[in-house]
């Protein structure tokens, strides 16, 4: 039998929060699984994997059947079960996604949230603060949770009760930067650390479009942004919103992998929207066609780095439009430059 992936969800049913926030919880942004109660079935570093949660039906390991996430044995005494994760970044928390997916006989019927912001990593004598009270889960399904904290953790602990499987649980928020003290500091402006994420785009039929933000080169041609073969005039786009309001003064594509679709050309435009469009992709992406081009059009090559030096920074910017000709893949982005004043 096919292996299978749980469907993706229409765009009215994902909150502004998963939106508008980076996962701080992804295990290709540094995010690890430091302790569990228990991992028997299925071990805990699955559960931040930021592929999508697959099942097969055929597939068993010397455990019993295996389940792509997190799952624990069968609890014969009383307590419950937990996970703690050291979060990729410090961030502020808006919200959780506890996804169930293809645990339907062995999923946790209620889970809690604590966080705690400690320098290593968390003990006995740690604080934790709970941020979702006990809250029931179903069966294979995704269940989105609202946080309204204001403070910066650094680890998050889950609990299940009294014990079962998780598929995946993200931690979406705004990494933390200290304005003040990275001042003048070179920064890559729309790395997912330092809060750069994805607003739209034209097509991303291939890969994963959000891993182009991500440290590192790309691991393979699934490792990035790509779209489908275009077949009608005009050329694909996607726009980002840097982590902060920053000048760009210079600018990587790495087209690792992307040897027989890379793109022609890439071009660059940008603008200072200033604060208050979290949420209105429509009149973003409208007022992008209208955007000053800061890269004119710039040939690409395969699977290589391409470096490009700005004549002059461009100023304070809070969002740019990546323009590939016609069509193709980038695997990593990165927009160097300074935190505006």
Known sequence: ?????????????????????????????????????????????????????????????DHG???????????????????VVKLAVPGVISGFDVNTAWFTGNF???CSIDACRVEGAPDSDTEWVPLLPVSALGASAHHFFACTSEAAWTHVRLNIYPDGGVARLRVYGR???????RSGERLDLASALNGGRVVAYSDAHYGNFQRMLSPGRGLNMGDGWETRRRRVPGNDWIILALGARGSISAIEVDTAHYKGNYPDQVSIQAADLGAGFDGLDTPIVTSSMFWQEVLAPQKLGPDAIHNYDLAE?????????VNIHPDGGISRLRLFGTLAG
Do not use: C
């Open 313 to 321: 920074p461009t100023g304070p910017v809070t969002h740019v439009r």
């Open 65 to 83: 059947k295996y389940m792509d996430g997190w799952e624990s044995i069968r609890k014969r005494g009383p307590g419950h079960d937990h996970a």
């Open 108 to 110: 946790p019927p209620a």
């Open 175 to 181: 990494p933390e930067i200290d304005a003040a003290s």
């Open 1 to 61: 039998m096919p292996i299978l992936h749980q469907p993706e969800l229409p765009s009215d049913a994902i909150p502004a929060f998963v939106r508008n926030g980076v996962n701080l919880a992804s295990a290709g942004l540094g995010a690890e699984v430091l302790s569990v109660s228990d991992d028997f079935f299925a071990e805990g570093s699955r559960m931040l994997a930021d592929t999508v949660p697959a099942f097969d039906p055929d597939l068993y390991d």
